[in-house]
């Protein structure tokens, strides 16, 4: 019998967690260091590499993402080994899709012919505005013509490249972003991952919003406003929101987002990074060492794991229905249905399609657009017992 996990496939994310600033906005772990051992790091992930595929024998590998931090920061050999050791590791998919972040400095373009041939095929590029007065609001150290030169040299270098822009930043207004927007898409894209500005505790946005002294945020109102007409200007350029925060043609969508939002299997090697993983028939949630030192230090000695905690049936089913509403694709009820062991209501599903928060197709639960705004809430709703 199959395990639910393979509704989803099977990716491997990789940390990497030094940055050359920290963004104001960014609550991710990220960490500047003058100096980094890279061969060091290197022989640490290729240890975790092992030890993860010694757990998950035989399974296909459908994709690989680098994430961070800025791994565009580490060195093109140093990729190139891991990947050469994953491939190794496990079978992998024919169309394996392996990811790359990046940012848009000129000093990091010149090293993108060599990812390509270490075996990078696809580059996710953190471009976030193109205007250079919200760079600099933003904490980017790059300039939008940076950023332009960068993004042509990975559009001639990579099958598929994408990238990220912040919307609803300080003093812009919904034309702005508009046209902003436009910009973006007449420069021969085929994915984007637009994002609204969160203001997250525990960063300096964060800390400045607490004080009074962040002005300019656009009201609810506006924020939505853009939402909506992020949806219709890249539905209008040929890019569908195949997910709440991420647009693309047909065929060019994230192969590895997608396993997180079908809740697929992954591991995930380096500090901080979680991973979902099925086990000798039990799902488990794995977190690594967040500290840098001390996750190198634990991978050297045999694992950088920190907490490992079994996921029960009727938990599984609800992480499982708040990643897949995320998706235009939607949920199958009777992978709910089979996990938790009890029945959706139907009371509470006709009154939300009454109201224009979902829609229903055989055993296919989707969120409308509407519902999609307003998701935490919408899940509250179909989720209660």
Known sequence: MAEDWQNGGFGLYIHWPFCQAKCPYCDFN???????????????????IQRVAALTQGRV?????FGGGTPSLMDPEIVAQIISEIRKSWPVANDLEITLEANPSSVEAGRFVAYRQGGVS???????????????RLGRIHSVDEAKAAFEIARKTFDRVSFDLIYARQDQTLEAWKAELREALSMAIDHLSLYQLTIETGTAFGDR??????RGLPHDDTAADMYQATGDICAEAGLENYEVSNYAKPGAESVHNKIYWRYGDYAGIGPGAHARLT???QRYAIESWRNPDK???AAEAGSGENVKTPIALPDQADEMMMMGLRLIDGVDTRRWE????????????DHLEDIGMITRSDHQLFATPDGRMVLNTLLAEILVD
Do not use: C
């Open 30 to 48: 990220s960490h500047v260091s003058r100096e980094i051992d890279q061969s060091r790091w290197v022989r640490a992930y290729i240890s975790e």
């Open 61 to 65: 590998l459908n994709s690989v993402f």
């Open 122 to 136: 696809r580059v996710s590029m953190g471009i976030q505005a193109l205007n250079d007065r919200d760079l600099q």
């Open 209 to 214: 919003y607490a004080k009074g002294k962040l």
């Open 279 to 281: 086990l000798d028939g």
């Open 295 to 297: 996750w190198l230090t």
């Open 338 to 349: 089979n996990l938790s062991g009890r029945p959706l209501q139907t009371s509470r599903l």
